[in-house]
């Protein structure tokens, strides 16, 4: 049977792996009809997609929950998205009173707020503390071995925890409670100066995530510290900065040159509004992505004639290693919005349009044998979110 759009046996609801100039065949076998849907750009990839880059897509959604009364939370690491190695999330969530206990890390932790508002409290290698309320669209960044703890308040809070390992758990960290129950009592009673009673009872496991009351005003919740607070702030308002405003959207950039203390992770807040993209481009470290609304395309140029184009909808994450070359476009009809994440201390990109533009324009027309059309449209200065009148999304699977 010829691969025939029209054929009987196609439903005109469902989309079938068949490309406009007849490549393909219909697939009529066992599927997840919903998940091709989503997947346009798996199921009908663009001619130009060729060789084996691996998979740089996967959603909260296919992670598994970790329930506790006070809160939830799922995690994006290595043993779910394995070429994302220098970084891994955690999508958390906190009822009001909700505590992720006392802990730390051997990883720093940067996080951003998606919505809601909780309270943040740690102490530095020279006693110095820190206590702060951070709502929606705040950041907050703890380096290695700062103990710490995050507390929902009223109204309850969800995060993205980013940690600087991308086979990072979450479930694997230093835990006070953790800490306290494989301690011998009599040694705890040495260290504290109270009797062995005092710790009768302290949980036998770690705790992780426990319900708590909704703790009071900042105000009346600050400790007085002889050794001051930390010299550098552990939060960072990034949705009160001026973003930088293109045709298509708008960026945010944070690194260590705006939030000081935050010298392992980088990052940007991207909006890009429909019909429009971020310009090609690439980096210098590798690019950890979580989506937070909208719909996007990415197609991921590799080298060597390697490319793959992949989608993603709120709740995944995506992931391109350094420095393969890629744009992000959106696909939908409202604002996309994504944080694009990075293990390093300050953000860099390069922009292929300004990199053709400062380049000179002869041996640009020879390289790629273009004309003065292409070389008059060129521009100099970076835009990093693009807009183009009737530019329209291709392909479409085969109805």
Not at 348 to 374: C, F, K, R
Request: with cysteine.
């Amino acid at each position: 049977m010829k691969n025939n759009p029209r054929d009987p046996r196609i439903n005109e609801s469902i989309p079938q792996p068949i490309r406009a100039d007849g490549a393909g065949f219909v697939d009529l076998g066992p599927r997840d009809v919903m998940r091709d849907i989503e997947n346009p750009d798996l199921l009908v990839p663009p001619p130009t997609d060729a060789g084996t880059i691996p998979n740089l897509k996967f959603s909260f959604s296919d992670t598994p929950m970790t329930l506790k009364h006070g809160g939830w939370s799922r995690q994006v690491t290595t043993r779910e998205l394995p070429i994302a190695t220098t970084l891994a999330g955690v999508n958390m969530a906190l009822t009001p009173g909700g505590v992720r206990e006392l802990h730390w890390h051997k990883e720093s932790e940067w996080a951003y707020m998606i919505w809601g508002k909780a309270r943040i409290t740690a102490v530095d290698q020279d006693g110095r503390n820190f206590i702060a309320d951070v709502g929606q669209g705040d950041l907050w960044f703890f380096p290695p071995g700062v103990p710490h703890s995050i507390q929902g308040l009223e109204g309850g809070c969800e995060f993205l925890l980013v940690f600087d390992d991308g086979g990072f758990s979450d479930l694997h960290t230093f835990s006070i409670s953790d800490y306290f129950a494989h301690t011998p009592k009599e040694v705890l009673s040495a260290n504290f100066g109270v009797p062995e009673s005092a710790f009768a009872p302290i949980p036998k496991q770690q705790v992780y995530i426990f319900q708590g009351k909704v703790p009071g005003s900042l105000e009346s919740q600050q400790v007085p510290d002889p050794y001051g607070t930390v010299p550098k702030s552990f939060t960072h308002r990034l949705l009160a900065r001026e973003p930088l405003v293109f045709p298509g959207g708008s960026v945010r950039i944070v690194d260590s040159s705006n939030f000081p203390v935050s010298v392992t992770t980088a990052a940007a807040l991207v909006e890009v509004k429909p019909g429009a993209m971020r310009e090609m481009h690439w980096h210098f470290a590798d690019e950890w992505q979580y989506y937070l609304t909208g719909t996007a395309r990415m197609t991921v140029y590799a080298a060597d004639g390697q490319a793959r184009t992949f989608d993603y909808r709120a709740g995944d994450v995506g992931y391109v290693p350094k420095p393969f070359g890629h744009y992000i476009q959106n696909i939908g009809n409202t604002s996309l919005w994504y944080l694009a994440i990075f293990r390093t201390d300050r953000y860099a990109d390069v922009s292929l349009n300004q990199w053709m533009a400062l380049t000179p324009h002869e041996l640009v027309q020879q390289n790629l044998n273009v004309g003065p059309e292409l070389m008059n449209a060129l521009r100099k200065e970076k835009v990093q979110v693009v807009k183009y009148p009737g530019f329209s999304y291709y392909p479409k699977p085969s109805r």
